[in-house]
């Protein structure tokens, strides 16, 4: 079983599970695999949050799939984050 991290730290290979939880259907999960290019907080554009400056913060995970493609994850309580062997080289 891989190691569920909370040190997002550039380089390291993740995999990002999310869920939705659905009261009928149950919840609907899904991942997505990379190497960890951003790790920080932002502010959405939120109009009805009533915090500080009326926006609300988020943790984002910024990672680079294999093909190259940038994901930017929105983490929150629903969120699991666990560190992925690296393939050796040359597979």
Known sequence: MAQE??????????????QIPRAASGS???SVEGVIV???QAKTGSWFAHTKDGRVWLDRLTLKKDDGEMVVCNLDQYSRVELVESAPAGD
Not at 5 to 16: E, K, M, N, W
């Open 5 to 18: 991290i909370t040190d997002y730290s550039p380089g390291a290979r993740v995999r990002v599970f999310q």
């Open 28 to 30: 609907l999960q899904t």
């Open 38 to 40: 951003e790790y920080g």
